[in-house]
């Protein structure tokens, strides 16, 4: 340990060697054979189940946790990738306590409901670990289809294509698939590189070449994929990062909170990771929790996670809130950022309290400023590097309820498209459902 | 505080709580931790005749089921009597009857079916001063391959033979335990008690087969790759023990004889509903066997604080109470109309009573899109299923219909107590006169 969590600036090594791993590994273990079986002892198998309504892919959990019960989690994961190929990482990812968790009845009945995401996840792990691949393709169609994006939206619609025999091709433009998995959430969330394994995993169905570093509209236009592909899914996700719109926000210590998070995933000895002694994280979702936990974790000794307004608004759940509060974050609400003050370097941002008014959130006239040796901003993405040629909705890809976009032969789903919530799971339900409307296109079975 | 002091056939013990006839009571180790806990007596393991003593398998004796959690509810085992030699045995039992004598001290027997050979066994048992006899003919594994065990408790002739020649060479007070491998409980009790029984116990274990295992095609417990059948005890064979000792309490043939109730007592509630049913005190071993004998302290403190809240002074003041409430179903009460109600405070709506009732009975409750759940009194038979499989206790109640009121089911009025033996559909009716 060369530093520590009070040397001033920005440094790598602020903790011991061995503190990194223990920081970022798993936030909880997996349950063992036993404590999955008490804990699908608590399902009630309920009829017309509301944890399966409120599941976006709509996964009979019911039925899997059942069939943890009768000791076949392996059957169990089945029932789960049928409807959610990425299921595994929707267990770890999704919040849970408001969709299926939250819908339990247990948690109406005594505010505590079945462990369905840690249920999940240990069928799917039991699983994936076995590294068989429960699927075949069908006989090949002969038709190709380009899947823009190798994210959660596009890896469910690529392998659902390849589960109805057509070759696809996923062009993406980093250089590992994975999409947010990968690059865009938490480590602990996703540790010992689970997130890759399950990518190799899913890829085994077979039918799927995937191509790194191609950049839509760098590397080809969307004119140029349907030229050689009977059909194209977009699943491109938001590249481009929303601005606070402050004078000197460009300094390089102020940087964008998904940039920072993607290259904490991808550095394999954290203790190599300058991170500030004062970070400041402005924004209230899970973007922001992450960057504001994980500066927490490599060992920053001050940091404030702000948000402009209150905290109902926020972004991220109560438990992404409170596990940032347990880490040690600030939580600040109803405050702006009105300045950053830098002499060269950053030294601090001052914020105005805010209050609801006639005309939106209006200043309170109270200020206060943050001690921030790094300025992490995550107040949203937005969609860049879409084909101009697409209807826009709300500033996201427009598309219809099968996932066709505006032009034929189009289709879309993720983040990049305006229908439901941003979340991993919703995104794999609509790669899933793009790719069963692309396929009926494709049989001449489509409307 | 209740006095818990039972004298069960003249056999006093400072609680109606005795260990049955079962490993925990197969040496003075045992019997002694037993005493030094609380119990209030033990039947001691079964003593065969002299000679070389039976032997036990060496691999798995026991089998087991469970349920959530690994609560043991069912356990079998096909452990044989004990496999000591008889005067080792013979010289513990006085021993620990000299060291503990306010404690029940029984000693289970079972000897070939012959006069020669009880009579050598209760001489010898009458010298260590216990306190009385059980008549084992309840064992169903192995020793009845050898003409013992339930191989007599099957057929009531034998019984009665037996039973009388213990009371023709011994002054000692005799429980008969029976097998509930077979048709009708009654027999065999009234067999034992035109033998001289002063007391039946029951019900010994029940021919099973805890699984099999799907790899080696082999029952449990597994010898070997083969399995013979165990007998079942524990929890899960509690309502059949309680049915059987309600049949023998409430028979003409055999009202009056004392019981020692026997089969799942887990805590103080299973006891005080063995005694309210007829037994004088019960017999405990699966409940011991997987929690220890600690369990005594809230056996006895649970009884007596129901007796208290009760305002019972004494065990007598239960046992059989609930007797003349066992009936037969052609007495019961056809103009008993009650509807299940769901309280919807308490409902949690997990749609369990919907599929329970849309499924496998009577389409009587309804569902709406909003996951509300209630019952349609026009279809409701009140078979009480719905009650059974909901989760949150007292959510579903069943209201009964007041006289006078019409049953919207059947559009029948609800009068006064009319059971089938005088029911029009029946061609055996009696005509009510």
């Known amino acids: 340990m060369t530093h520590s969590t009070t040397t001033p600036g920005i440094v790598a090594g602020r903790l011991h060697p061995e503190d990194y791993a223990q920081h970022f590994d798993d936030l909880y273990p997996d349950f063992d054979a036993h404590e999955a079986m008490v804990a699908a002892d608590r399902c009630y198998f309920c009829h017309d189940a509301p944890c399966i309504t409120a599941c976006p892919t709509e996964i009979d959990i019911p039925l899997f946790i059942r069939q943890i019960q009768a000791g076949q989690p392996e ?60 699927y075949t393709r069908a006989a090949p169609t002969g038709k190709r289809v380009a899947v823009v994006g190798a994210g959660p939206a596009g890896l469910a619609c690529a392998h659902r294509l390849a589960m109805h025999g057509h070759d696809v091709t996923i062009f993406e433009r980093r250089e590992k698939p994975g999409g947010l998995n990968e690059y865009g959430i938490a480590a602990y969330k996703a540790a010992h590189g689970f997130a890759q394994a399950e990518v190799d995993w899913l890829l085994q169905i077979g039918g799927i070449t995937l191509r790194q570093g191609w950049t839509l509209g760098r590397d080809g236009t969307l004119a140029d994929l349907q030229e050689i592909h009977d059909a194209v899914f977009l699943g491109i996700g938001l590249a481009g990062v929303n601005a606070l719109g402050l004078d000197g926000e460009d300094i390089p210590t102020a940087r964008d909170a998904v940039d920072f998070i993607a290259e904490l995933r991808q550095t394999d000895d954290l203790s190599t990771l300058p991170i500030g002694r004062h970070v400041v994280v402005i924004g209230g979702g899970m973007t922001a929790v992450d960057a504001a936990v994980q500066s927490r974790l490599l060992g920053a000794e ?52 805010t209050h609801a008014g006639e005309t939106g959130l209006e200043p309170t006239g109270e200020t206060f400023r943050l001690r921030a040796d790094q300025l992490f901003k995550a107040i ?25 976009a505006s032009r034929a032969g189009v289709w879309a789903g993720g983040d990049c498209t305006g229908g439901g919530e941003d979340l991993t799971v919703t995104a794999v339900a609509q790669g899933r459902d793009a790719a069963e409307s692309i396929h009926a296109s494709l049989m001449g079975n489509g409307a | 505080m209740a006095n818990l002091t039972t004298n069960f056939i003249g056999i006093k013990s400072p609680n109606p709580y005795w260990l049955a006839s079962a490993p925990p009571t197969d040496k003075a180790y045992n019997v002694e931790r037993a005493f030094k806990a609380g119990w209030g007596g033990v039947v001691w393991k079964t003593l065969g005749s002299e000679g070389p003593p039976v032997v036990n398998v060496n691999g798995p004796r026991y089998g087991a089921i469970w349920g959530a959690d690994r609560r043991l509810l069912g356990l079998n085992n096909i452990e044989l009597i004990t496999d000591r030699p008889l005067d080792v045995n013979l010289r513990e039992i006085k021993q620990v009857k000299r060291n503990w004598p306010d404690r029940a001290m029984i000693v289970s027997l079972m000897v070939p079916c012959d006069e020669e050979s009880w009579k050598a066994i209760l001489k010898h048992v009458e010298d260590t001063e ?44 005799c429980i008969v335990k029976l097998t509930p491998n077979i048709a009708d409980i009654r027999k065999p009790a009234e067999a034992a008690k035109r033998g001289g ?36 005890c524990g929890p899960a064979v509690k309502p059949i023990a309680l049915n059987m000792v309600a049949e023998i309490a409430r028979s003409a043939d055999t009202r009056g004889l004392p019981i020692s109730g026997i089969g799942g007592v887990t805590t103080w509630r299973d006891a005080a509903e063995f005694l309210t049913l007829g037994a004088g005190n019960v017999q405990v071993c699966t409940a011991a066997m997987t929690y220890g004998f600690g369990i005594i302290k809230e056996l006895t403190a649970g009884l007596s604080h129901y007796m208290d809240q009760k305002g019972f002074t004494s065990v007598d003041q239960l046992v059989g109470r609930a007797v003349p409430n066992v009936t037969d179903w052609q007495y019961l009460n056809l103009n008993y109309v009650t509807k299940a109600k769901i309280d919807q405070d308490l409902c949690i709506s997990c749609g369990r009573c919907y599929a329970a009732c849309e499924d496998t009975s009577h389409q009587a409750i ?25 989760p949150v206790a007292d959510c579903i109640t069943m209201e009964q219909l007041p006289k006078g009121a019409i049953d919207p089911r059947t559009g029948e009025t609800v009068g006064d107590y009319a059971n089938w033996t005088t029911h029009p559909n029946n061609p055996m009716a009696k005509a009510a006169e």
């Open chain 2, 366 to 390: 309804s569902m709406s899109p909003d996951r509300k759940f209630e019952v349609i009194d026009d279809e409701c038979v009140a078979c009480n299923l719905c009650i059974n499989v909901c």
């Open chain 1, 380 to 404: 949203g993405q937005k969609l860049d590097g879409a084909p101009e040629e697409l209807t826009r909705d709300k500033r996201k890809i427009g598309i219809d309820g099968a996932g066709r």
């Open chain 2, 130 to 173: 216990a306190d009385g006899v059980e008549l084992n003919f309840g064992c169903p594994h192995g020793m009845s391959e050898r003409g013992m065990g339930a191989a007599v408790g099957q057929v009531p002739e034998y019984i009665e033979m037996v039973t009388r020649w213990v009371k023709q060479h011994s002054r000692m007070p």
């Open chain 1, 302 to 353: 001050h940091v404030a996670m702000v948000y402009r307004r209150g905290r109902d608004a926020m972004g991220a759940s109560d438990y992404e809130l409170n596990h940032a509060a347990n880490e040690g974050v600030k939580i600040i609400t109803n405050a702006m950022p009105i300045a950053i003050h830098a002499n060269g370097t950053l030294r601090e941002v001052e914020f105005a309290y």
């Open chain 1, 75 to 134: 059957a169990a994961a089945r029932t789960i990738f049928d409807q959610n190929i990425l299921g595994g990482i929707c267990a770890r990812v999704c919040p849970t306590e408001t969709l299926c968790e939250g819908a339990c009845v247990r948690e109406a009945a005594e505010g505590k409901p079945v462990e369905i995401g840690r249920l999940q996840r240990y069928a799917t792990e039991t699983l994936i670990a076995k590294n068989s691949h429960p």
């Open chain 2, 197 to 232: 029984a002063d007391a039946v116990s029951l019900i010994n274990t029940i021919n099973s087969i805890t699984s099999v295992n799907l790899d080696t095609f082999s029952p449990e417990p597994m010898i070997d790759g083969k399995g013979a059948h165990g007998g079942y």
